[in-house]
């Protein structure tokens, strides 16, 4: 199963937009999806159309050891993508992780014993770097950075890549950067498209190609329990998911090839 962290430490730039409608496009396209919300807001859940009152058992069960993932799990409306949910339990979860010996490993050991029910499995994470963010990235083998297109985009940026190297140099030396992608991108504004140039200056190839539009429909989705894919389909937004996950597909093929090389 490739696992792939969906994460910035700044809120608001579009992270739990992109790990719902990419988690969707793979479903689209055939692969059995994992979505976890380890975001204590819950977004990724409500945009599912996963209410409370189905969030019995969630992803801070999981990481506090009183519940399987595989028991954890619920299907979406999406056929294919299967949801673990987040309550607001999950707000006091660092204090209780530090509690724990391998606090830092608690996502990656409870995903040990679902090798082969999912294809992939994305994690969504928090606006901060904290140890639940810390867990994400020592489950992952892939990290996605969804980055908005502003004036201080690099300026965190600049965090979450320290706090990588920092996961690399011991906890998770296989943690790869599966790449940047611009979101909530105005073509009609000049300063998105200097912020494009000096994040694709800076970044070079880790940058995706598909840059997602400032959308309409892809914030009122969200409002109806439904991915943009499924709100309108033939939106901008929602095409541009459809190309990131094009691209998605294509570095992880190649990933595996060169790894089988």
């Known amino acids: 199963m490739i696992r792939i962290a969906v994460a910035n430490q700044k809120g608001g730039v579009g992270k739990t937009t992109t790990a719902i409608n990419l988690a969707t496009a793979l479903a689209a396209i055939g692969w059995r999806v994992l979505l976890i919300d380890l975001d204590p807001q819950g977004n990724a859940s409500t945009g599912l159309g996963v209410g409370r009152e189905a969030?019995?058992?969630?992803?801070?069960?999981?990481l506090i050891g009183k519940a399987?993932?595989?028991?954890?799990?619920?299907p979406t409306r999406v056929p294919r993508l299967d949801l673990v949910p987040?309550?607001?339990?999950?707000?006091?979860?660092?204090?209780?992780?530090?509690?724990?010996?391998?606090r830092t490993g608690r996502l990656a050991e409870?995903?040990?014993?679902?090798?082969?029910r999912w294809d992939v499995c994305l994690i969504d994470c928090p606006p901060?770097?904290?140890?639940?963010?810390?867990?994400?990235?020592?489950?992952?083998?892939?990290?996605?950075?969804?980055?908005?297109?502003?004036?201080?985009?690099?300026?965190?940026?600049?965090?979450?890549?320290?706090?990588?190297?920092?996961?690399?140099?011991?906890?998770n030396?296989?943690?790869?950067?599966?790449?940047?992608?611009?979101?909530?991108?105005?073509?009609?504004?000049?300063?998105?498209?200097?912020?494009?140039?000096?994040?694709?200056?800076?970044?070079?190839?880790?940058?995706?190609?598909?840059v997602v539009p400032r959308n309409v429909r892809l914030s009122e989705a969200p409002s109806h329990g439904l991915p943009a894919l499924i709100y309108d389909l033939r939106c901008p937004g929602s095409e541009a998911y459809v190309r990131l996950a094009r691209e998605v597909m294509g570095r992880l093929a190649r990933i595996n090839e060169a790894e089988a090389a």
């Not at 399987?68 to 619920?74: F, G, I, S, T, Y």
């Not at 867990?135 to 950075?145: M, R, T």
């Not at 611009?182 to 998105?192: G, I, K, Y």
Request: aromatic share 4%; hydrophobic share 50%; proline share 3%.
């Open 86 to 102: 987040a309550t607001v339990d999950l707000s006091g979860a660092d204090i209780e992780l530090v509690e724990f010996a391998n």
């Open 128 to 171: 901060s770097l904290s140890l639940l963010t810390v867990n994400a990235l020592v489950a992952a083998q892939q990290l996605l950075i969804p980055l908005q297109a502003e004036f201080f985009a690099l300026e965190g940026l600049s965090q979450l890549l320290q706090t990588v190297e920092r996961v690399r140099s011991g906890l």
């Open 68 to 74: 399987p993932v595989l028991d954890a799990a619920v």
């Open 55 to 62: 969030r019995r058992l969630s992803s801070y069960n999981v």
């Open 110 to 116: 409870a995903l040990a014993p679902t090798e082969g």
């Open 173 to 210: 030396p296989g943690l790869d950067i599966l790449g940047v992608v611009l979101t909530m991108f105005d073509r009609r504004n000049n300063l998105s498209q200097q912020v494009a140039e000096d994040v694709r200056a800076c970044l070079g190839a880790a940058v995706f190609e598909t």
